[in-house]
């Protein structure tokens, strides 16, 4: 089964990405497609099977969690190009937040550098629900990831870039916001 | 009400973070609007302050904070402590009536191990209601989302120390 949309395996796509990956003020990119359609629906498939487990830190976050393997060379030869990291698989943590979930800043709770890896698995998430991906870097500028399923996050959090999921509020009662998380080391 | 009346007159800004979102107005300590003044002159009296000395033992200054908010619908308050350099007493005045199915309830957290456990206090706001309470480490609450088109609207800040 064909992986990643074809279009992500052009060398021309790849350097580009990279190019906008390493170069930019704010070391991000958002890939929409990311994923062939067949596969893309195979893991959302994956993820409605998964046993959650809800974790509560009042201070912190409220979401459910499970691990996630996802055995993809081309998406891990795709990250490796991009970021100019080895990678030999990426272990991912699967999110799902519904109505009254978040995950906020503390201190007791500071992620160290790395490289995000962010996988959108909501189809059609309204952001006025809230459940947004946000990146801060403390000092007032944000960088919200805008919702969008089958797309594909890197971002770097050089020192002091943390991030941050909006509360879902009521309108997000009876949907299910689905994200897999990964952090390069 | 004439506080509300003059609060009608403030600007609003939206101030969104990861921990909340409301409609906020600068702090009122600097509003050239006659019954903001005397609001805060009766707030800042060495009267009051006496009063709080007296009713929560704690040893305050002539410093005060104030502002106004205003929650809408899907605006939150998240779980927090409310701790910062100085602040010794955190209070509210309620300046409109809200019902259970509005929302906007303020909540307080007991604690376990030093951290917000399970809520043990709902207050829903009711018009003309002061709500004050001290500033620790273990001061957690929040004020539950709104969930109606009801507004939530206060006059809140804090004692210093």
Same mark, same amino acid.
Not at chain 1, 34 to 45: G, I, M, S, T, V
Not at chain 1, 107 to 115: A, F, M, S, T
Not at chain 1, 166 to 176: C, I
């Given at each position: 089964? =064909?992986?990643?949309? #074809?279009?992500?395996?052009?060398?021309?796509?790849?350097?580009?990405?990279?190019?906008?990956?390493?170069? #930019?003020?704010?070391? =991000?990119?958002?890939?929409? !497609?990311?994923?062939? +359609?067949?596969?893309?629906?195979?893991?959302?498939?994956?993820?409605?099977?998964?046993?959650?487990? +809800?974790?509560?830190?009042?201070?912190?976050?409220?979401?459910?969690?499970?691990?996630?393997?996802?055995?993809?060379?081309?998406?891990?030869?795709?990250?490796?190009?991009?970021?100019? +990291?080895?990678?030999?698989?990426?272990?991912?943590?699967?999110?799902?937040?519904?109505?009254?979930?978040?995950? *906020?800043? %503390?201190?007791?709770?500071?992620?160290?550098?790395?490289?995000?890896?962010?996988?959108?698995?909501?189809?059609?998430?309204?952001?006025?629900?809230?459940?947004?991906?946000?990146?801060?870097?403390?000092?007032?500028?944000?960088?919200?990831?805008?919702?969008?399923?089958?797309?594909?996050?890197?971002?770097?959090?050089?020192? %002091?870039?943390?991030?941050?999921?909006?509360?879902? %509020?009521?309108?997000?009662?009876?949907?299910?916001?689905?994200?897999?998380? =990964?952090?390069?080391? | 009400? =004439?506080?509300?009346?003059?609060?009608?007159?403030?600007?609003?800004?939206?101030?969104?973070?990861?921990?909340?979102?409301?409609?906020?107005?600068?702090?009122?300590?600097?509003?050239? !609007? #006659?019954?903001?003044?005397?609001?805060?002159?009766?707030?800042?009296?060495?009267?009051?302050?006496?009063?709080?000395?007296?009713?929560?033992?704690?040893?305050? %200054?002539?410093?005060?904070?104030?502002?106004?908010?205003?929650?809408?619908?899907?605006?939150?308050?998240?779980?927090?402590? !409310?701790?910062?350099?100085?602040?010794?007493?955190?209070?509210?005045?309620?300046?409109?009536?809200?019902?259970?199915?509005?929302?906007?309830?303020?909540?307080?957290?007991?604690?376990?191990?030093?951290?917000?456990?399970?809520?043990?206090?709902?207050? *829903?706001?009711?018009?003309?209601?002061?709500?004050?309470?001290?500033?620790?480490?273990?001061?957690?609450?929040?004020?539950?989302?709104?969930?109606?088109?009801?507004?939530?609207?206060?006059? #809140?800040?804090?004692?210093?120390?």
């Amino acid at each position: 089964m =064909a992986e990643l949309n #074809s279009i992500y395996l052009k060398e021309e796509t790849k350097q580009k990405v990279r190019k906008s990956f390493l170069h #930019s003020d704010f070391p =991000a990119v958002i890939l929409k !497609d990311f994923f062939d +359609k067949d596969f893309y629906l195979e893991l959302q498939r994956k993820m409605s099977s998964l046993v959650f487990k +809800k974790e509560t830190v009042i201070l912190h976050h409220s979401y459910a969690v499970s691990n996630f393997r996802l055995p993809s060379k081309e998406l891990d030869s795709f990250l490796s190009f991009v970021t100019k +990291k080895k990678i030999d698989e990426v272990n991912f943590t699967a999110y799902l937040l519904t109505w009254k979930d978040y995950m *906020i800043l %503390n201190d007791r709770y500071i992620e160290k550098p790395g490289i995000d890896v962010i996988i959108d698995l909501t189809d059609n998430w309204n952001t006025d629900r809230g459940g947004i991906v946000t990146y801060t870097d403390g000092r007032g500028t944000v960088y919200p990831l805008a919702p969008a399923g089958n797309s594909l996050a890197i971002v770097e959090r050089k020192k %002091n870039l943390q991030k941050y999921i909006q509360y879902v %509020n009521h309108y997000g009662k009876e949907k299910k916001r689905m994200l897999l998380v =990964a952090t390069l080391k | 009400m =004439a506080l509300l009346q003059a609060l009608d007159k403030q600007e609003f800004q939206p101030k969104q973070a990861d921990l909340f979102q409301f409609l906020q107005t600068a702090d009122l300590l600097y509003s050239d !609007d #006659s019954v903001l003044k005397e609001f805060i002159s009766v707030f800042s009296s060495t009267e009051l302050i006496n009063l709080m000395q007296s009713v929560t033992k704690l040893k305050l %200054n002539k410093k005060i904070d104030l502002f106004a908010s205003i929650y809408q619908d899907t605006d939150f308050l998240l779980p927090h402590d !409310d701790q910062l350099s100085g602040r010794k007493i955190a209070f509210m005045l309620y300046l409109n009536d809200l019902d259970e199915k509005d929302g906007g309830a303020l909540a307080f957290y007991g604690s376990k191990n030093k951290t917000a456990d399970r809520i043990v206090k709902r207050i *829903i706001p009711r018009a003309g209601t002061l709500v004050f309470f001290e500033v620790s480490a273990l001061s957690f609450h929040t004020v539950e989302e709104m969930l109606t088109d009801t507004q939530r609207i206060t006059l #809140s800040g804090w004692f210093y120390g």
